[in-house]
Nanobody, 123 residues
């Protein structure tokens, strides 16, 4: 059974930073495209960014562009989401996901999902 496990969420004041991590249970994920989504309370899941095995990616929505950055660990089965300048509207459950597609912003293309980590930004 393949697992994706997110960590690094928590409560932070507006303007603060967090770095989320997503660890895949198998090294085969080094060849997968990995992405971050988020789901604010009562809203639909929103694509944020992706990174593929070659290091390409991004697609950040305007609401987080310039503040959020995705990266991949040297072992390539771990991805990170660096979030700076956090705002109350960034409050959401953050999910990582993996797909065999080279790039996609459609959640339906992602075969594997973590259980999410909660980020709460206070004003």
């Amino acid at each position: 059974q393949v697992h994706l496990v997110e960590s690094g969420g928590g409560l932070v004041q507006a303007g603060g930073s967090l770095r989320l991590s997503c660890a895949a249970s198998e090294r085969t994920f080094s060849s997968y495209t990995m992405a971050w989504f988020r789901q604010p309370p009562g809203k639909e899941r929103e694509f944020l960014t992706f990174i593929n095995w070659s290091g390409g990616g991004t697609y950040l929505p305007a609401s987080v562009r310039g503040r959020f950055t995705i990266s991949r660990g040297s072992a390539k089965n771990t991805v990170y989401l660096q979030m700076n300048g956090l705002k109350p509207e960034d409050t959401a459950a953050y999910f990582c996901a993996a797909t065999t597609h080279f790039h996609s912003d459609d959640h339906r293309d992602y075969q594997y999902w973590g259980r999410g980590t909660q980020v709460t930004v206070s004003s």
